[in-house]
């Protein structure tokens, strides 16, 4: 079987911008559905199934790909994009589960039977022995937890004393820290007398300049807020634009509905018409041929209504 999709055969961007996923989607499935899904007690059709599954799973790798390729010359609309990568991506590899799950659940339901038979020779051929084991596998295990158990505590005085190393190296960092400190203040101090005079004329010099800043960032947030309000109108006014375009298609596709009703109920009332008609037509042929041969025209309708209401056994008429 060649494989479910053929990359030169799918547009990408009808696929991935023009709702063309489920399109495709049905198409895989229609193409893995012709494998009796459900053929899993003999090797080849287990095989069949399972070589079904890996050919949706190329699928998937293949669309993917393709969304990625797409998306990395318009990235404009990547979102849309990604978003139905996803949902092909997740679709099939669903599929791809659910398709192989015949298989799966024969191979999980076999493993299951050959552990219990095992189990069940296991015990048939060595109870005692089995007991045994099993004590020596308890002792063992409580020995294992015993020791495990004083791993923790060595583990736990280990983290305490390192914890605690750990907080004198800090204790001993921040008194180092705090003496550079008052050593920092003291050089600090004795520049002070020089740098005040000029740390005053920078301090204009910065009022200035923090009062063009605030100035500046003033004008930028008003001129962000003013196009902040226009990009709220112009979405608004698509959403309203969308709307409208979702109720007139509403009201057209209800339009039409409306009309595909009367048009049926137009030709259903032609038919019954004609059909009236034809039967009309036979049962006055009927009754003319019981008159030709004696009946009289009342007796004659009689039997044509009672024939024709299935009133009369074994007797109809062939419209």
């Known amino acids: 079987m060649n494989e479910l999709i053929v990359a030169e055969q799918i547009n990408p961007m009808e696929l991935f911008t023009q709702n063309g996923a489920d399109a495709l989607l049905d198409n895989i499935k229609a193409k893995a559905g012709s494998v009796d899904m459900q053929d899993v007690a003999t090797s080849k059709g ?15 790798v293949l669309i993917d790909k393709m969304g990625k390729e797409l998306v990395a010359d318009w990235k404009a609309k990547s979102k849309k994009v990604d978003i139905t990568r996803k949902y092909l991506r997740d679709a099939l590899e669903y599929f791809q589960a659910e398709t192989r799950l015949p298989v799966t659940t024969w191979e999980s339901e076999r493993a299951k039977q050959e ?5 069940l020779e ?10 045994a084991e099993d004590e020596l596998f308890n ?72 009062a063009k800043r605030q100035a500046e960032e003033h004008q930028r947030a008003l001129e962000k807020a003013e196009a902040d309000r226009l990009e709220a109108i112009e979405q608004e006014r698509e959403r309203a634009r969308l709307e409208a375009e979702r109720k007139e298609q509403d009201r057209l596709a209800v339009e039409r509905w409306e009309q595909e009703k009367k048009e049926r109920e137009r030709k259903e009332r032609e038919r019954n018409a004609a059909d009236e008609q034809h039967r009309k037509s036979i049962n006055d042929d009927v009754i003319s041929h019981l008159v030709f041969n004696g009946v009289s025209q009342t007796t004659a309708q009689l039997l044509v209504d009672l024939i024709s209401a299935g009133s009369i056994s074994h007797v109809q008429i062939n419209y």
């Open 46 to 60: 287990r095989a069949a199934i399972v070589s079904n599954a890996a050919k949706i799973a190329s699928s998937k």
């Open 115 to 119: 552990q219990l038979r095992q189990y």
């Open 122 to 131: 296991m015990l048939e051929r060595d109870w005692k022995d089995a007991l």
């Open 139 to 210: 002792r063992q295990r409580a020995i294992e937890l015993r020791e495990a158990e004083l791993a923790r505590q060595e583990r736990k005085r280990r983290g305490k004393q390192e914890a605690e190393q750990k907080a004198q190296e800090q204790a001993d960092r921040e008194e180092m820290i705090r003496k550079e400190s008052i050593e920092q203040a003291i050089r600090e101090a004795a520049k002070k007398q020089e740098e005040e005079t000029r740390a005053a004329f920078w301090r204009e010099v910065e009022a200035k300049n923090e």
